[in-house]
């Protein structure tokens, strides 16, 4: 069984700052994916990164970066230069990489406020 | 790439009736495509998954014929909710994934529909 949990349910930032946003997980799948995705208020799930177990480096696109520590169990979102767009609900999840469903196992969600 | 469309976005219907969804992979073949149940203010709840040409594989407490789940091509998955109740207003998100392991199986999801039973 997977677990993701998201310990903060509201996040605020001001605007052009950095914020970190926490995701901690349980599995006994020795190979598996992280995932974070952006969901605003129009309801779209939105795909921002992606980080294997086996990966060496930490994921980055654009302004995120995931910032993966295995034997912490934690995969960490960070938005650089927040902007006022990057309000939403962000969420962090897992599936295995064997198996065939390798279904998504969610958090409960982080909400971010940009401050202007 | 990796567009998924779903239609309709917002649908209200009365109680008793039954509504289709469809959710389209639009530049890429998914081998996979799920469908999401989310409340408000909380996360997604895993109703099925489903495979094409074959049956959907139901999460527990998912009622299959009460939501019925059809995927037809490796581009299209529908689900059709069959005599609606209020209870079962919610939004409804579908995803797709190619699946060929590793950053492949990145689900991309639909923008959801609000179905509304009155």
């Known amino acids: 069984a997977q677990k993701i949990t998201q310990t903060q349910p509201g996040m605020f930032v001001q605007e052009k700052e950095a914020v970190t946003l926490d995701c901690t997980y349980d599995t006994s799948d020795p190979s598996y994916g992280l995932f974070w995705y952006k969901q605003p208020s129009s309801g779209e799930m939105i795909f921002l990164i992606y980080q294997g177990s086996y990966d060496q480096q930490n994921a980055t696109e654009g302004r995120y970066s995931l910032n993966f520590q295995k034997a912490r169990k934690s995969a960490n979102l960070v938005i650089s230069a927040s902007q006022l767009g990057d309000s939403a609900m962000y969420f962090c999840?897992?599936?295995?990489?064997?198996?065939?469903?390798?279904?998504?196992?969610f958090g409960s969600g982080t909400q971010l406020t940009v401050l202007p | 790439g990796a567009v998924v469309s779903q239609h309709p976005s917002r649908v209200i219907c009365k109680s008793g009736t039954s509504v289709k969804i469809e959710c389209r992979s639009l530049d890429f073949q998914a081998t996979t495509m799920f469908w999401y149940r989310q409340f408000p203010k909380q996360s997604l709840m895993l109703m099925a998954t489903s495979n094409e040409g074959s049956k959907a594989t139901y999460e527990q407490g998912v009622e299959k014929d009460k939501f019925l789940i059809n995927h037809a091509s490796l581009t299209l998955s529908t689900l059709t909710v069959t005599s609606a109740h209020p209870e079962d207003s919610s939004f409804y998100i579908c995803?797709?994934?190619?699946?060929?392991?590793?950053?492949?199986?990145?689900?991309?999801f639909g923008p959801g529909t609000r179905l509304t039973v009155l």
């Open positions: 995803s797709a994934r190619v699946g060929a392991g590793g950053p492949t199986d990145t689900q991309y």
């Open positions: 999840a897992m599936s295995p990489t064997s198996g065939s469903a390798r279904q998504l196992t």
